[in-house]
């Protein structure tokens, strides 16, 4: 049973556009949830993260939105850049070992691909 | 800053044979977790290190074993290797309440 579900396993999107990627989970024990991209051939890299006290967290052009009611986050990329092209994960943790986050349930991903 | 390494980057190995990876955190970090990835798939959690000891562990079986030295560094060893065992293998380290950042990991494959 997926814990983790990322329904989209690919999106195109014009470049300056915003990019919306979704996410949905069953545990409601999820505290903490972070976006990660991945390029080919490297490990995942980490994007943004939201505590699941939040329900939006910005950096820059990445805004995280979380729905706990719905159980259910968006990634959102304004605007969409070409070199944003890459595979997007979502993850969720319910572990804190007194200040330590624990092991990342992950989605499968979604494939974004933004074009000029 | 170094961030998280790992070797070997590449191995082919055979059925039934052992093999051991290696990781080295990034700068600051205590605590390292190892992921499996397999084709197609987001990466699954293996296991937890954190003060030389395994603190949480997925499920996998027990063919899959790992260390963490005083310096931090971890070893992801894995026995009796199966096919089903060639995946992209990924060391994670972080510290306290902040996020899990990852190495470029090893690919394993088996013949």
């Known amino acids: 049973d997926q814990q983790v579900k990322q329904n989209s396993p690919s999106l195109s999107v014009q470049e300056g556009r915003i990019s919306i990627l979704n996410c949905d989970y069953t545990?409601?024990?999820?505290?903490?949830f972070l976006w990660y991209k991945k390029y080919p051939a490297e490990g995942p890299t980490f994007l943004i993260s939201i505590s699941s006290i939040k329900d939006k967290n910005e950096d820059g052009r990445f805004t995280v939105f979380l729905n706990k009611s719905a159980k259910h986050l968006s990634l959102h990329i304004v605007p969409s850049q070409p070199g944003d092209s890459a595979v997007y994960f979502c993850a969720a943790s319910d572990v804190n070992y007194g200040g330590s986050q624990g092991n990342l349930i992950f989605g499968k991903g979604t494939k974004l691909s933004v074009k000029p | 800053d170094a961030g998280v390494t790992q070797s070997p980057t590449h191995l082919i190995k055979t059925r039934g044979q052992q093999v051991t990876l290696r990781c080295s955190p990034k700068s600051g970090h205590d605590t390292v977790s190892w992921y499996q990835q397999a084709l197609g798939q987001g990466p699954q959690f293996i296991f937890q290190y954190y003060e030389e000891e395994e603190r949480q562990r997925g499920n996998f079986p027990d063919r899959f074993s790992g260390h963490q030295f005083p310096n931090y560094s971890s070893e992801l060893n894995v026995n009796a290797l199966l096919l089903g065992d060639s995946a992209l293998y990924l060391c994670a380290s972080s510290s306290g309440l902040g996020p899990q950042h990852f190495g470029d990991g090893t690919r394993l494959s088996i013949l």
């Open positions: 545990n409601s024990m999820f505290d903490y």
